[in-house]
């Protein structure tokens, strides 16, 4: 392990992570300082360099060096030197107390030492460096401490800031690290505090270790790397580039990976942030963060500006960058000595390195003169103004002095490090004022801070200040006493004065800003350190700050930090924290513009798009939809829209993907590329296919009629995108004829029924009156009821039109038109009605009947349609084209159309639109007709069965429907009156019980005491089903007393039919049944019905029975049963069934007496 340099940590792990940079720049200067005291200590006080209380250059112990490691420092003063026998010897300073404490291992007393300094606030850079480096508790050998490796004399070496790194030998143990042993940046601080876990890991300090072992690892592999590439381009054709200077020697991997660097470092520098995460990207395969990752052993170049600049030094000899106007300092030369004495002198080491680190040495003092020259120019212009400023106000000159403020003091003193007194400044206008000399008190400079201290300013934010409040407020002016005292004096005094300005909050407090600009730079450099200081649950309160001063501040790179605090300012930022930091990104973009926008904000929103809490992606996922409309459209249309496409393919949080799409619709109302139609499409289709009900919820509310709108605007809503909806329905039935995806069918389906809205709006803009639909005169009254309640404002007709009082005006012109004029030229609306409605139809006639869910789709689609365009297109162009397809003859149910879908669709979804009495009237008629053709003629009852589900699940018509089947019910045919008896079944479960007394009970013994007997047993269903859901006793009594007849009545005796209805009702109907009608009628009943089948000669007939006899008992077998019961009829109806299946049907068997052990 490398030993550690002077003042630093050794391998960069010095660095004491609980300091902030500026505090960590302030201790290596206090350092420098002592060792600087050291030096100039034993010549300050008197004592003889030979003397053991001096402290020379050599000295180990003031310089911290490696010389001499076994010499010791005597504690005690030594005889003084002749001349110097009267003077008490130097007392040693800590900080040499700290190095030979620490050279000599007692790292306790050390520890302890270190300890007092930080309890009474003066704090020794060397203990906490040392302290503060997990590497100076861990040795490779037993080397003792001083010693060095052999032949090696003084190989261990103690740094500047007390790191040590014992040097190895061939012999000794290892010294493990001990336990008890806790470094300053390896302790576990959340365990002394009030909510941390206080158990202790002792793994931390191995895990260190081997951390630091992989790194040196990594760099001998890097070294290896280096050298392995200096060798890939052969000799012989490295002479042949140079040879021909006009071929060019190809790049190596490790040079291309170095310029990737510094291009990559040139763009974040210069604010081209999207192109650097462009270029990061093309360059995966390289870490931009760290240099390292480059692969060479050596320090990292300078950037490209300086590389550039530095470029024709290296052209030109030593002799020609002389300048025979200007000289170099001695102290400036002997500055250079130790850079330049790190280069050996051999013929390796041309003579133009001198001069180029000359040269650069050179240019940064120009650079400082040059600062210091614009800032004394703007000195001199403050001065001036005050001077005038006082001059009116008719103050002696000798005040001027007096009435400088703080302000002025602070800027006239911040350009020099070392200077005490301002410079005597001459005004230009000799015949209004005489000389000033401004002589400054010494103790106002006690509260300024050093410009290498920690709480300075940069040199170019000290050039970008404004001027002083002198030059535009009026002047404050200070009594002064009448006193003689020397500024001697009054510097002395004024210094028992408490003040901090030597810290980095002390500057900014003794600073007061006096302009706007100034109050910006002041905040960007505290608020950095305010914010994680403030507590999660108020952090809020800082955005109005943190924005104010991310748009005002002038430093690019301070306004991306304020802007990357405020989206990390809360961890997990709720609702109304969301809220708020948008409402602030929002004010944020109308101040600054597009392009600050695209710069600033943008790529924060990138960097947290993967961020593993998923209220950071969803503040991500809403700020892009809330900045579109500030953003520039190319940027809209490309990079936003990726970035929202990528969330909503690959973020698995519902709540995320929601806001995705809530925004994407956004950026649908303000893109206008349309290139990128048939990507919004997909997205689209990926929206609606989402499994999360929140997502399509958003989809259809938002983001489905934004894009609607501007694919309006294109022109393809009908050329386009419902033709392609459509064309995908179809496809789906053709594929599902042996099973129907009916989740994919609902997609498509509900995603043209939303776009209903925007298709009557077109057809209203494209009217032939469009053009005449002016706002004159009394607006029209829109119904309440006219359209469906839409399921966000989006689609709202009137939102689309513009206004209310607009659509009114056409709706009245759509009506007219319709009903006077006809649809000849209306080219949007005969595509409604010559394209989108027969191919509906059509559709319609393909879906499964039975699909309950498919018939209620397609119902309410017809339903939404119908009502949108109004009754008069409704009547029209709908019912004319249903009723060409649904003609009520025989010829239709030969050929089932009556047997499709088509009938409940058109009956629920088309004739039920308007409730007036001839609307109510044309649907009762229809069902009536309906029923006795399909009765009459034998065919299935699916199409009417599902009329009647789809209707009686609406309260509304149940009166209607009782009316249809009352109809059956006194019908003359048998066909027609069985086929009501077994609909009455189908609207029993929905209707209410004043309603089944009063309508349904009296029509089912009506038809119960019919000639025929299949009338009779078509009841005994709809029976069932009012025992199983009606409470009333006296309904429950009637028809007990109904199903009691069919069973005891001797007529019924041999009916086989009619007993295997009833076995099968109360299968279905008796585990929902009342407890007392089961127990008292269904059970024993199936015991005597059993029975009866043991004595049934003909086997078919006793096979069918017992089968539903098992059925019938099997669902029982799951309801409570008395015990008095169960030994009375339950058992010996089993027995009774178990003997039929042992001759009829033995594998049946098993199950009964399965149902007979567990009763």
């Known amino acids: 392990m490398a030993a550690m340099a002077p003042g630093g940590g050794g391998s960069g792990s010095g660095v004491n992570p609980f300091l902030s940079d500026s505090d960590e720049d302030d201790d290596e200067v206090a350092a420098t300082e002592d060792r600087r005291a050291g030096l100039r200590l034993g010549a300050g006080v008197g004592l003889d360099p030979g003397s053991a209380g001096s402290l020379s250059p050599q000295d180990p112990m003031a310089l911290g060096s490696s010389a001499r490691p ?23 300073s800590i900080d040499a107390i700290a190095a030979q404490l620490l050279r000599d291992q007692y790292l306790l007393t050390a520890l302890e030492l270190h300890t007092e300094l930080l309890e009474s606030g003066r704090e020794l850079p060397r203990l906490r460096d040392y302290f503060s480096n997990p590497g100076n508790f861990e040795r490779q050998s037993g080397t003792p401490p001083g010693m060095g490796a052999p032949g090696i004399p003084g190989a261990s070496i103690v740094g500047g800031a007390g790191g040590r790194e014992p040097s190895t030998t061939s012999g000794g143990g290892q010294l493990n690290r001990a336990g008890s042993i806790s470094t300053l940046d390896s302790l576990d601080f959340a365990r002394y505090s009030d909510d941390g876990n206080r158990e202790t890991d002792e793994r931390v300090a191995v895990l260190e270790f081997e951390l630091r072992k992989a790194k040196e690892t990594i760099q001998a592999l890097r070294a290896n790397l280096t050298k392995a590439a200096e060798h890939e381009v052969p000799l012989q054709e490295r002479k042949n580039y140079k040879s021909s200077p006009e071929i060019q020697e190809p790049i190596k991997p490790l040079e291309k990976r170095a310029l990737n660097f510094l291009v990559n470092e040139f763009l974040l520098k210069n604010n081209y942030k999207l192109t650097s995460i462009t270029f990061s990207d093309e360059n995966d395969d390289q870490d931009f963060e760290l240099w390292d990752d480059v692969g060479l052993n050596i320090p990292k170049p300078p950037d490209l500006l300086q590389l550039y600049r530095d470029f024709g030094n290296h052209q030109v000899t030593g002799k020609d960058l002389v300048d025979v106007a200007s000289g170099v300092d001695e102290d400036e030369l002997e500055a250079l000595t130790p850079i330049l004495g790190n280069v050996p002198p051999t013929l390796d080491t041309p003579l133009p ?92 400079d006690s509260f300024i801070p ?63 800003a006096d302009s706007e600009k100034s109050v910006m730079l002041m905040l960007g450099r505290c608020l950095p350190h305010i914010v994680p200081n403030v507590l999660l649950a108020k952090r809020e309160e800082l955005i109005p700050l943190i924005l104010c001063t991310a748009c005002l501040h002038p430093e690019p790179k301070e306004r991306d930090q304020l802007l990357h605090i405020l989206f990390n300012l809360i961890k997990r930022p709720d609702d109304e924290q969301r809220q708020m930091i948008l409402t602030g990104c929002v004010a944020f973009a109308r101040h600054v513009g597009p392009t600050r926008v695209e710069a600033e904000l943008l790529p924060q929103c990138w960097e947290q798009i993967n961020h593993k809490y998923p209220e950071r992606r969803l503040l991500v996922a809403e700020s892009c939809g809330a900045l579109a409309p500030y953003l520039p459209k190319e940027i809209r249309s490309s ?5 929202l496409q990528q969330m909503l393919m690959e973020d698995k949080a519902d709540l995320v993907r929601e806001a995705v799409i809530k925004s994407l619709g956004i950026i649908m109302g303000y893109i206008d590329d349309p290139d990128k139609y048939q990507q919004g499409f997909e997205l689209l289709l990926s929206a609606l296919g989402d499994p999360s009900e929140r997502v399509v919820s958003a989809t259809h509310q938002v983001f489905l009629p934004a894009y609607a709108a501007w694919t309006t605007e294109l022109g ?38 939303s776009l209903i809205p925007s298709l009557f709006a077109l057809v209203l803009q494209n009217a032939p009156f469009s053009s005449k639909a002016k706002l004159h005169g009394e607006v029209p009254h829109i119904e309440v009821t006219r359209f469906p309640r839409p399921m966000s404002p989006l689609q709202d007709v009137s939102t689309i039109i513009g206004s209310r009082e607009q659509l009114a005006v056409l709706l009245q012109l759509y009506d007219y038109q319709l009903e006077h004029e006809g649809t000849t030229g209306w080219e949007s609306l005969l595509w409604v009605v010559n394209q989108l409605l027969p191919q509906l139809i059509e559709i319609v006639g393909k879906i499964n009947v039975t699909s309950t869910a498919c018939v209620h789709e397609f119902s309410r689609f017809f339903w939404r349609l119908c009502r ?46 308007y409730i007036q009495e001839e609307d109510r009237k044309l649907l009762v008629g229809f069902l009536e007709d309906v029923m006795t053709l399909l009765s009459l003629s034998h065919a299935p009852l699916d199409s009417l069965k599902a ?74 269903p709809a029976f069932g089903t ?86 019938a008992y099997s669902a029982l077998s799951c309801c409570f049963i008395s015990e008095d019961l169960m030994v009375n009829h339950f058992l010996p109806g089993l027995r009774c069934l178990r003997t039929d299946m042992e001759h009829l049907s033995p594998e049946h068997e098993l199950n009964v007496n399965c149902c007979k052990f567990s009763e």
């Open 450 to 512: 050093k410009e290498n201290s920690s709480g300075s300013f940069p040199r170019k934010e000290r050039e970008e200040l404004p001027p002083s409040s002198v030059s535009n407020k009026t002047t404050l002016h200070f009594d002064q006493p009448n006193r003689k005292l020397s500024p001697a004096f009054h510097q002395a005094l004024l210094s028992f004065c408490r003040m901090s300005a030597d810290s980095r909050l002390g500057s900014e407090v003794s600073r007061i």
């Open 639 to 643: 990079l936003v829209l990726s970035m």
């Open 1026 to 1111: 009012i025992m199983e859901t009606v409470i009333q006793r006296e309904l429950l009594e009637r028809v007990k007393m109904q199903l009691a007849s069919f069973l005891e009545d001797p007529q019924y005796q041999d009916q086989h039919s009619l007993h295997t209805e009833v076995i099968r009702t109360f299968g279905r109907v008796g585990p929902n049944a009342e407890p007392r009608f089961r127990d008292e009628f269904v059970i024993p009943h199936l015991h005597k019905l059993a029975l009866v089948n043991n004595l049934q000669i003909v086997d078919s007939k006793k096979l069918d029975i017992a089968t539903h006899l098992f059925e």
């Open 70 to 92: 076994g010499l010791a420092v005597e504690m005690s003063a030594a005889p003084a030197a002749p001349g110097g026998s009267g003077e008490t010897p130097a007392r040693l």
């Open 947 to 1020: 009329s009647f589900v789809e209707l009686g699940a609406n309260p509304a018509y149940h009166e209607l429907l009782l009316t249809v089947l009352w109809y059956g019910v006194v019908h003359t045919s048998a066909l027609v009156r069985c086929t009501a008896a077994r609909m009455f079944e189908l609207l029993v479960k929905g209707v209410n019980e004043t309603l089944v007394a009063q309508r349904v009970v009296p029509a089912l013994i009506t038809l119960s005491s019919d000639p025929e007997i299949s009338v009779r047993i078509a009841t005994i």
């Open 716 to 753: 393809n809503l009908q050329s386009h995108l419902i033709p392609t909806l459509l064309n995908k329905i179809e496809k789906l039935l053709r594929e599902g004829e042996h099973g129907l995806d009916e989740h994919k069918l609902h997609m498509y389906l509900s995603a043209l029924q």
């Open 868 to 913: 949108t365009f109004g009754k008069i297109f409704t009547n029209t162009k709908v019912k004319p084209q249903f009723q060409e397809i649904l003609r009520l003859s025989e010829e239709n149910i030969g050929n089932g159309v009556l047997t499709k879908a088509t009938v409940p669709i058109y009956a629920t979804g088309v004739l039920t639109c």
């Open 353 to 444: 390195i001198e001069n180029t680190l000359l040269v650069q040495k050179l240019e940064d003092k120009i650079s400082l003169l040059n600062n210091e020259k614009w800032s004394l120019m703007e000195q001199i212009r403050r001065l001036e103004s005050e001077m005038d400023i006082l001059k009116a106000e008719h103050f002696a000159t000798p005040a001027v002095g007096d009435s400088v403020q703080p302000s002025l003091v602070w800027s006239s003193q911040k350009d020099s490090e070392d200077n005490r007194q301002s410079p005597a400044v001459n005004s230009s206008d000799q015949e209004k004022t005489k000389d000033v000399h401004l002589e400054i008190p010494d103790a106002a």
